[in-house]
């Protein structure tokens, strides 16, 4: 049996034998790492947008003169700074630029509402707000919006009390305060799964701890050429595609909206040779290849998550890119990775392993206390890219946490196992479980599964009431082009019955042309529970 409160007894075939069970990490802000490669390579291409490239050099002297203007706004040390834009060079400078203050970044997502978005405004106190002008008209008259507002994109002064992008670049470079890592950098918010969503407090520290991370497992290096494609105000976007290009003096290619034509193309032309995405993006743009082969010969490393992997979306990376798809996991609390799959030993459906510095337990979901492999329970880090505490909730600070043999673990509410070896492999979400005649069943299980079918390109496992077994299991599927019309959910369910246990296959199946999903691209389970239950109670 691997104790898994010591991961240095993982088996050797499992940790890459040329890495270290734990780093060191650089001791400076995040921001001190641009400055670096700025330093070291101020003339090569840093990021590149459209027709427009930033050199290091480039990149860093905008970065100083939006900290200019910032500064001359009031805007210091300890002060949060909103980001609420689809993804675009000045998102970077943004970021870089309230870090050389001092200042917290909080990143918003752009699908927010004229009436969600006041709350993230009035919970972290923004003093300032970096957005574009159509995302602005849905606040401007709102009491909340920060004092400090700056548009990207706009033309001309189109609101009153506004500054334009162009005009704050206008402002003198602002030396670098004093910040440390143990200062507070970001406060990202979670998606409201129990409630009100939730700050995250995270620190310089956490957020070298995953960048420098991935950067040394993945073997990123200058000469990569990295497709941001993943929104920036998630986790996985912001530090996979945003901070660990830049720490590692690679090239970052921003694209502002998912289009699979248009990412197939930017691969090819580019030779872009990294990618780190999730299932849906990874999913379309491989059904795009079927129908328009491209030459993507450059990529050397893809991973994903997100969610549940399918095997035939693994062999078809293998196919098209020649490289294996590496999973990994992670949560906005830990600013992205505690997991990942070792490339050279990686497995499918599964997230990996403990990454550096880090430790994992599976808990009993009812006394909590550390369960022995295969056993499922709820999956509880340790390590230094864990939040240290949840945004003005004090209460629900302590919930999350739990001490273990003088270890301070985060619960992370996601059901999961590890097996012999001490690979990871999750479950479900905690709270996601349907229970069909007393039977556990795990929709993200039964969605891993159907995706083997030739047919399936997405699907979306919910539970609806059955006056029989209480509660049954529905499949919302996304067929892949070519498979309209020639097949039925009678055989979907067929196929279902011979490869699944007989309490978890779906007993009903519906074809959609669409699935909700959130900014980040995920299918967005929770709206579709939602509008099952409605559809269910209207008969």
Same mark, same amino acid.
């Given at each position: 049996?691997?104790?898994?409160?010591?991961?240095?007894?993982?088996?050797?075939?499992?940790?890459?034998?040329?890495?270290?069970?734990?780093?060191?990490?650089?001791?400076?802000?995040?921001?001190?790492?641009?400055?670096?490669?700025?330093?070291?390579?101020?003339?090569?291409?840093?990021?590149?947008?459209?027709?427009?490239?930033?050199?290091?050099?480039?990149?860093?002297?905008?970065?100083?003169?939006?900290?200019?203007?910032?500064?001359?706004?009031?805007?210091?040390?300890?002060?949060?700074?909103?980001?609420?834009?689809?993804?675009?060079?000045?998102?970077?400078?943004?970021?870089?630029?309230?870090?050389?203050?001092?200042?917290?970044?909080?990143?918003?997502?752009?699908?927010?509402? #004229? &009436?969600?978005?006041?709350?993230?405004? /009035?919970?972290?106190?923004?003093? =300032? %707000?970096?957005? !574009? @002008? $159509?995302?602005? *008209?849905?606040?401007?008259?709102?009491?909340?919006?920060?004092?400090?507002?700056?548009?990207?994109? #706009? &033309?001309?002064?189109?609101?009153?009390? /506004?500054?334009?992008?162009?005009? =704050? %670049?206008?402002? !003198? @470079? $602002?030396?670098? *305060?004093?910040?440390?890592?143990?200062?507070?950098?970001?406060?990202?918010?979670?998606?409201?799964?129990?409630?009100?969503?939730?700050?995250?407090?995270?620190?310089?520290?956490?957020?070298?701890?995953?960048?420098?991370? $991935?950067?040394?497992?993945?073997?990123?290096?200058?000469?990569?050429?990295?497709?941001?494609?993943?929104?920036?105000?998630?986790?996985?976007?912001?530090?996979?595609?945003?901070?660990?290009?830049?720490?590692?003096?690679?090239?970052?290619?921003?694209?502002?909206?998912?289009?699979?034509?248009?990412?197939?193309?930017?691969?090819?032309?580019?030779?872009?040779?990294?990618?780190?995405?999730?299932?849906?993006?990874?999913?379309?743009?491989?059904?795009?290849?079927?129908?328009?082969?491209?030459?993507?010969?450059?990529?050397?490393?893809?991973?994903?998550?997100?969610?549940?992997?399918?095997?035939?979306?693994?062999?078809?990376?293998?196919?098209?890119?020649?490289?294996?798809?590496?999973?990994?996991?992670?949560?906005?609390?830990?600013?992205?990775?505690?997991?990942?799959?070792?490339?050279?030993?990686?497995?499918?459906?599964?997230?990996?392993?403990?990454?550096?510095?880090?430790?994992?337990?599976?808990?009993?979901?009812?006394?909590?206390?550390?369960?022995?492999?295969?056993?499922?329970?709820?999956?509880?880090?340790?390590?230094?890219?864990?939040?240290?505490?949840?945004?003005?909730?004090?209460?629900?600070?302590?919930?999350?946490?739990?001490d273990i043999e003088g270890r301070r673990y985060f619960r992370t509410g996601d059901l999961g196992y590890y097996d012999a070896d001490g690979y990871f492999y999750i479950v479900d979400r905690l709270k996601r479980m349907i229970n069909a005649a007393g039977f556990k069943?795990?929709?993200?299980?039964?969605?891993?599964?159907?995706?083997?079918?030739?047919?399936?390109?997405?699907?979306?496992?919910?539970?609806?009431?059955?006056?029989?077994?209480?509660?049954?299991?529905?499949?919302?599927?996304?067929?892949?082009?070519?498979?309209?019309?020639?097949?039925?959910?009678?055989?979907?369910?067929?196929?279902?019955?011979?490869?699944?246990?007989?309490?978890?296959?779906?007993?009903?199946?519906?074809?959609?042309?669409?699935?909700?999903?959130?900014?980040?691209?995920?299918?967005?389970?929770?709206?579709?529970?939602?509008?099952?239950?409605?559809?269910?109670?209207?008969?």
């Open positions: 049996m691997i104790d898994v409160l010591n991961p240095h007894c993982l088996s050797e075939p499992v940790w890459p034998r040329r890495l270290p069970r734990d780093l060191a990490f650089p001791d400076v802000p995040v921001h001190v790492n641009l400055e670096v490669s700025a330093r070291q390579y101020p003339h090569k291409v840093a990021l590149r947008a459209g027709v427009r490239t930033w050199t290091y050099a480039e990149l860093q002297d905008e970065v100083e003169r939006f900290a200019g203007f910032l500064a001359d706004q009031g805007v210091g040390h300890g002060d949060r700074v909103a980001v609420w834009l689809q993804n675009r060079p000045e998102y970077v400078i943004a970021v870089y630029g309230a870090w050389r203050l001092g200042a917290i970044v909080s990143p918003l997502s752009p699908m927010l509402t #004229a &009436e969600e978005a006041p709350f993230f405004f /009035t919970d972290s106190q923004a003093a =300032a %707000l970096i957005t !574009a @002008p $159509a995302l602005h *008209q849905r606040v401007e008259t709102c009491e909340a919006t920060p004092r400090v507002v700056i548009l990207v994109g #706009a &033309e001309g002064r189109t609101r009153t009390g /506004t500054t334009l992008w162009e005009e =704050a %670049l206008t402002s !003198a @470079p $602002a030396p670098a *305060q004093a910040v440390s890592a143990s200062d507070m950098a970001l406060l990202p918010y979670t998606s409201g799964t129990t409630g009100r969503p939730k700050g995250c407090v995270l620190l310089h520290s956490a957020l070298q701890a995953t960048l420098f991370g $991935a950067a040394v497992w993945c073997q990123h290096t200058s000469a990569s050429v990295h497709f941001a494609t993943l929104p920036f105000f998630h986790v996985t976007g912001f530090q996979q595609s945003m901070h660990t290009v830049l720490a590692t003096s690679g090239e970052m290619i921003v694209m502002e909206r998912w289009n699979r034509e248009e990412a197939a193309r930017i691969m090819e032309e580019r030779r872009v040779t990294n990618w780190v995405s999730i299932t849906a993006m990874i999913i379309d743009l491989l059904n795009h290849l079927d129908e328009r082969p491209r030459d993507l010969s450059a990529i050397r490393f893809v991973a994903g998550g997100g969610a549940a992997i399918p095997e035939d979306v693994h062999r078809r990376v293998r196919e098209t890119f020649g490289v294996s798809l590496v999973e990994g996991y992670g949560l906005t609390e830990t600013i992205s990775q505690t997991h990942l799959n070792p490339p050279d030993a990686a497995r499918e459906r599964c997230v990996g392993v403990p990454t550096f510095n880090t430790r994992c337990l599976v808990l009993d979901k009812d006394d909590q206390h550390p369960l022995s492999a295969d056993a499922v329970g709820e999956i509880a880090v340790s390590g230094p890219q864990i939040l240290e505490e949840y945004w003005n909730r004090p209460e629900e600070t302590v919930e999350a946490f739990i069943v795990w929709p993200a299980e039964v969605e891993a599964r159907l995706h083997d079918h030739p047919a399936v390109s997405e699907a979306c496992v919910v539970g609806v009431g059955d006056p029989k077994r209480g509660e049954t299991t529905r499949a919302l599927i996304i067929l892949k082009p070519g498979f309209r019309d020639r097949i039925t959910g009678e055989e979907i369910i067929a196929w279902s019955r011979d490869h699944m246990s007989a309490y978890k296959y779906p007993r009903e199946v519906a074809f959609v042309e669409t699935l909700p999903r959130l900014a980040s691209g995920k299918i967005d389970w929770r709206t579709v529970q939602a509008e099952e239950n409605t559809r269910e109670r209207n008969g």
